[in-house]
Each structure stands twice: as C-alpha cells, then as structure tokens.
C-alpha cells in the first residue's frame, strides 16, 4: 500500500479500510489520470484545469479509445466498422489526417508531428468526445505513437492482430497474395509492405506495451473477430493501483478447496478465511454478535439466518490483515440466497477485477472416496488416508479413528446439498466465475487455479440482487441547511476560462 512518501521522506499509506472504496470507484485511476493530463498540458491555472478535467472526466471516462495494428494482408477498416456498427466509434485513418492538414507539401517521410498536431485539433473540436475513436492505420511507427502521446492522445487499448504463420509464409513467398478469412475482405499485398510492418512493429508494440492486447484470429469470422475485441474494450488495463486477489473457492466437501485455499494463501501470502471456522468462532464469543449466532444456530427462518452470517462475513474481511493481504474464502457461499448476500458486500464480487469466484468441480464418486477414506490420529489429530496408511500406522503404532463428520450418511446428505444448489449457483453467477476440473492431479488442479487468477474476466452484466427504490422528486422537500445552487452566481462572478480537452 505504500507507493510514496512526503516531503520529509515519510512513508504515505492508504488505510485498508478506505481501500474498498477507492477500488469501487476507481479514484486511484482517476487521479493518476489527472497528474498524467497536467503534465502534458501544463496550464496556467492548475486548480481551474482540474476542475474542468473532473468535470470531464465524469462524462468522458468510460468512452473507448483504440488502436487497430494489423499486417496490410488484413482488412482493418472492416474490423473497425464492426466497432462503429457496435460501439459508434468512429474510424480515423492516414487519409482522413492528411486531408486536414494545412501544410500539404510537408514531407511524408516526416509528417509525424502534423498527423499528431491534427488529430489533437480534431479531438478537441469536440465532435469525437460523445462516440469515441479507432484510429485505423496510424500510427505506423514509433515516431508517430511518440508524437501522439506528447500531445496526449492516449488510448484506452491497442488490438494487435496476428495472423498465423502459414499466411505470413505465403505472403512472403508471393508479390501478390490474397487473404480470404470467411467474411474477410481480400485485399492485395506485396512483400515490401509487409517486411515495413514488421520493423516497425516492435517499435509500436513498445511504445504501447501498457495497452496491447494480441488477438489471434484463427478460424474466425470477421464478425466473430470484431465481437471478441468489443468484449475485450469493456475489461480496463490495470494501471498499477493497489490491489489484492479476493478468491472465493466454490465446492462441496471432498471437492479440494480446503487444500487449494491453504495452498493459496501460501502461495500469494493470502489469509485464508474458511467460513465454518470464523461462523464457530464467533458463537463461542460473548459479545452481540455471537448471541445472535447462538440464538439463531437452530431457528428455521433460514433467511435471517443467512443475512446474519454475511454480516459477520463482511466484518471479517474488512479486518486490516484481510485489507492488507488479501484472502481467499471456503466454504461459502452454499445457496444462491448466499450469493445474492455477497454480493451485497462492501467488496462485491462482480465488481472487482481483482475478485475470483472459482468452482471446483469433482465427480461424487472421486468425493465419496476422498472421505470415506479419511482417518484421523486420535491423538495428534494427523489426517491421513485409508488406502495409503498402512506404514504410518506400522511406524507410530497408533489407533486412527473416523472423524464424525465423515459418517456415511453425513457425507452422502451433505454431498446431496451441494449439488442441488450448485447448478442454481452458477446459473446466478452466468460468466463471471471460473469453472475447473477437480478430478486431476493435484498439481494440475493448482496450476487451473493460478491460471484463473491471472486472467482478466469480463462481467457482460453486473448482478443486482435488490436494485435501489426510486425516488420521487415530489416526495423530496426543500431544506434549509441545503447546499445552495451555485448557479445563481453566474450573473455576478466573471466566466471562467473553457479548457478544451482530448
């Protein structure tokens, strides 16, 4: 949490209990946005420009920015049609600049500063600021990308797209080739503008390595091209602010997740908060909280049972060693109700990149031996397995005994429950969780689990299990402490200077 210091060389620290909310409303993003405009523009009045930026920025923010790099082999004007047809934005090319240029016989070797210059002007204009842009063939080098982020014209992502080696082979092997790729358009290509793309390739990949995305186009349509890349424009490049995994491990008993959880919080030093333990815990203590637990550990009324449980969940996680470190979650949620519940959190989980809910999935069968199986030293409380015991029994000479939870008809009812809530679970969920296979190995299993983690998922629609009420505007009433509207002082104060921006 601490990125920097003060003027006497003091540490600055985020409080974690401030970190929940800076997450949700991406203040973090927004003010490194801020110093990143200020020093490019560098303006007279400081305090009016960041006014006005805010201001902008609160309009602005979320309207997609994009470069389109492609081998000449690929119809790049059809893929940004896609994204105009989908999105309204609005394709820009080479021509499009040129044309606006009001040095004409400046020289095209050089003309990277004239291209930037224009698209700044074209941008502040102010008619690009509603539906957004994708600059299609430009820029081609890195002196160009240069020259557009000095005058601060910053993508939000650049798509790079590439195409498979054999088409790459037969364009170079041919002057004249064709690419045909279903609803691709074909187009001509020689093989000096190819040999020019790839040198100026690594050029533009460095100059934006912060916002690439590669996409392989495989055997896919344009169509299905272009709906894949819309998809990725909604999911933000993290720009470097504090963030921790929040894991939710999703699965029935035999399933692994106790293990995985254990093995998480080893690996990327998470506090593993098992959901039995903390709910245990805090019945055995006398305060308010562990009353109600105890009061309502066999009431029938299942719903304000489950509202209590979230609340000491939500208490839990909000502790400064889970705000600080991070943690990954067991044993719960175990019905939809408990997913609506979480998320209703101050962390909720279709809100947070850095939040994972992953489902383990395991065969009853493979469930049932892992249990059945399982014996317990009654002395030292060492688990171990049926099958694979017999030379620790012979080495320590010791009685193992079966745990009262592993009974038969426990596990079986227990393991019944589970799967005739998990499928309503994951119909609530829809996209936003992970699904792996817990039948593997167990090293298998773990790898499936720390590839989710680093993946970035997109939430095509965020869950709202008890949206807000509406206000009546007629119901609201006027009150005297009030801020008043400033508004009225326009006719007084003198007008402020109008920043223009990109």
Same mark, same amino acid.
């Given at each position: 949490?601490?990125?920097?210091? =003060? ?20 203040? #973090? ?19 009016? #420009? ?30 940004? &049609? ?7 934005? &609005?394709?820009?090319?080479? $021509? ?63 798509? &790079?797209?590439? +195409? ?8 170079? $092997? ?33 100059? %934006? ?23 990725? *424009? ?42 039995? #333990?903390?709910? $245990? ?5 006398? *305060? ?14 299942? $719903? ?11 208490? #839990? ?12 979650? *067991? ?44 014996? %317990? ?40 429950? %589970? ?5 309503? +679970? ?7 969780? /992970? ?22 998922? +997109? ?6 299990? &008890? ?10 009433? /006027?009150?005297?402490? =009030? ?20």
């Amino acid at each position: 949490m601490c990125d920097f210091v =003060d003027a006497i060389k003091r540490p600055l620290f985020i409080p974690p209990r401030f970190v929940a909310y800076l997450e949700k409303h991406k203040i #973090y993003e927004l003010f490194q946005e801020l110093a990143k405009q200020l020093i490019i523009d560098q303006p007279e009045d400081h305090i009016l #420009y960041m006014k006005q930026c805010l201001e902008h920025a609160v309009r602005k923010r979320d309207i997609p920015r994009i470069i389109l790099l492609a081998p000449p082999i690929f119809d790049k004007m059809a893929l940004a &049609q896609i994204f105009q047809k989908e999105l309204g934005l &609005q394709p820009i090319t080479v $021509k499009d600049l040129r044309e606006k240029m009001i040095n004409k016989n400046v020289c095209l070797c050089d003309e990277s500063e004239d291209l930037a210059m224009n698209m700044k002007k074209l941008l502040k204009s102010g008619t690009l600021h509603s539906s957004g842009w994708i600059l299609v063939d430009v820029p081609r080098t890195k002196k160009e990308a240069r020259a557009f982020q000095r005058l601060g014209i910053i993508p939000t992502h650049v798509f &790079q797209i590439i +195409m498979s080696n054999d088409l790459g082979e037969i364009s170079e $092997k041919n002057s004249n080739c064709q690419f045909d790729n279903n609803n691709i358009h074909s187009i001509n290509i020689n093989n000096e503008e190819m040999r020019t793309y790839k040198q100026n390739l690594r050029g533009l990949r460095d100059a %934006y390595a912060n916002f690439l995305i590669e996409i392989e186009i495989g055997i896919r349509s344009i169509e299905e091209l272009g709906n894949d890349c819309i998809a990725l *424009t909604k999911i933000k490049k993290h720009s470097g602010a504090p963030s921790l995994f929040r894991i939710a491990l999703i699965g029935s008993r035999g399933s692994g997740c106790y293990t995985l959880a254990k093995y998480l919080a080893k690996r990327f030093n998470l506090i593993h908060v098992d959901f039995n #333990y903390i709910m $245990k815990q805090a019945r055995l203590q006398e *305060t308010p909280m562990g009353e109600v637990l105890r009061l309502f550990e066999h009431n029938c009324n299942q $719903k304000l049972k489950a509202r209590i449980q979230v609340i000491d969940v939500n208490n #839990y996680i909000k502790k400064p060693e889970c705000l600080n470190k991070g943690w990954v979650l *067991t044993n719960y949620p175990v019905t939809v109700e408990d997913f609506k519940l979480l998320d209703m959190i101050d962390t909720p989980p279709n809100k947070y990149k850095t939040f994972r809910i992953i489902f383990v999935q395991v065969s009853e069968e493979i469930r049932k031996e892992r249990l059945l199986n399982r014996r %317990y030293n009654i002395i030292t409380g060492s688990k171990h397995n049926l099958i694979t015991c017999d030379d620790y029994k012979k080495k320590c000479d010791c009685e193992l005994g079966v745990h009262p939870n592993d009974y038969v008809n426990v596990v079986t009812e227990q393991i019944r429950e %589970y799967d005739n809530n998990v499928e309503e +679970m994951l119909e609530y969920a829809g996209e936003s969780v /992970f699904i792996i296979d817990g039948n593997a190995d167990e090293r298998s299993v773990r790898e499936s689990v720390e590839g989710c983690l680093m993946q970035s998922k +997109m939430y095509s629609k965020l869950r709202e299990p &008890q949206p807000f009420s509406k206000i009546d505007l007629r119901d609201v009433e /006027f009150d005297p402490d =009030d801020e008043p509207d400033i508004s009225i002082f326009d006719t007084i104060m003198p007008p402020e200077f109008k920043y223009s921006f990109i």
